[in-house]
């Protein structure tokens, strides 16, 4: 509870002659109620002063998570948040990590841990945690209730474009314990993003199918990072369902929309269906093909970059635009 400042200064005007005598004990009060008076009225701390850290932190579902202690017990449950922290130079904070975190500089002794169709309140929670980062895409909330009830801390990501990614990075970098800056990683990451849309868009551009899986036919949707990560490749989507992250399509959908390329993320898939409903070909008109091998542009983490700009020269290549 902050005291009344202007009441303090009065009663020291009001003073003025027995304290006058001692101006060395008025400057001292003076400078206490001035440094009382920055803090109650919200001012700026002194440059030689260190800023006030935020105590809460808003996670995705829009719930406030503790900032204070900073994490140094992570347990990451998401293949992305992994990345991420990696990225924040806190890979030795991890103890254990879901089963599809890949990140060469994660310990290989870590506990890997099921994410996918249900998380474990119990054994996370017997790994002593005080941070724990969960993918919010399918997340019931009876587990995030429960983690709650054994006292954990709960970070939920789930973002759904590129430029959420560096939100994403400051907000966890202001919960982890790391000596490295969450803002100039998050700086450095929207000037690279500006710099590859800018180089790569297009008008008009590049009417593109998407494929996800053969057998059904599935195709990307709006709500996926992915989208948002081809669209700054100069492409859009033929077929766009904005509100899923994937949808079942039917090949007389993909043929009628008349797409220029099309993209498979399908390990091992070829054109061969496609050449044989005649849409791609050598005719010059005909859609170009191309697989993508970078599993990393699914996730929204930093090293999605490198792996848009591989994705972003195929594309280029593949169809080179009008001179």
Not at 33 to 47: I, K, Q, Y
Not at 106 to 116: D, E, F, G, I, K
Not at 214 to 235: K, Q, S
């Amino acid at each position: 509870m902050c005291p009344d400042l202007d009441g303090h200064r009065s009663e020291l005007a009001l003073r003025g002659g027995p304290l006058a005598r001692r101006a060395g004990a008025i400057a001292v009060v003076v400078s206490v109620l001035a440094g009382l008076a920055g803090v109650c009225e919200g001012r700026a701390a002194p440059a030689n002063q260190p800023a006030t850290r935020a105590v809460t932190i808003d996670d995705d579902r829009g719930r406030s998570v503790a900032a204070v202690p900073r994490a140094s017990r992570i347990v990451s449950l998401a293949p992305h948040l992994t990345d991420l922290v990696v990225a924040l130079g806190a890979a030795d904070r991890l103890i254990a990590v879901d089963r599809h975190s890949d990140a060469p500089q994660v310990s290989t002794a870590l506990p890997r841990l099921a994410s996918y169709p249900a998380i474990d309140p119990e054994r996370v929670a017997a790994l002593k945690p005080d941070l724990i980062l969960l993918w919010g895409e399918g997340l019931a909330a009876g587990t995030l209730a429960r983690l709650e009830a054994l006292g954990l801390r709960v970070f939920v990501s789930q973002p759904h474009t590129l430029d959420d990614v560096a939100g994403s990075i400051e907000r966890i970098g202001a919960l982890v314990d790391t000596a490295s800056d969450p803002d100039a990683l998050a700086t450095s990451f929207r000037a690279r993003l500006a710099a590859l849309t800018a180089t790569h868009s297009r008008t008009p551009a590049i009417p593109v199918f998407v494929q996800l899986w053969e057998a059904p036919l599935v195709t990307l949707g709006g709500r996926a990072v992915m989208a948002d990560a081809l669209h700054r490749c100069g492409v859009l989507q033929v077929l766009t369902f904005a509100d899923a992250g994937s949808q079942r399509v039917s090949h007389e959908a993909v043929l009628a929309a008349a797409p220029k390329l099309i993209l498979s993320t399908v390990q091992g898939s070829t054109d061969s269906r496609w050449r044989q409903l005649g849409l791609v070909g050598r005719h010059p008109l005909s859609a170009r093909f191309i697989r993508l091998e970078e599993p990393a542009l699914e996730r929204p983490s930093p090293p999605v970059l490198d792996s848009l700009a591989r994705v972003c020269a195929l594309i280029e290549a593949a169809v080179p635009r009008a001179r």
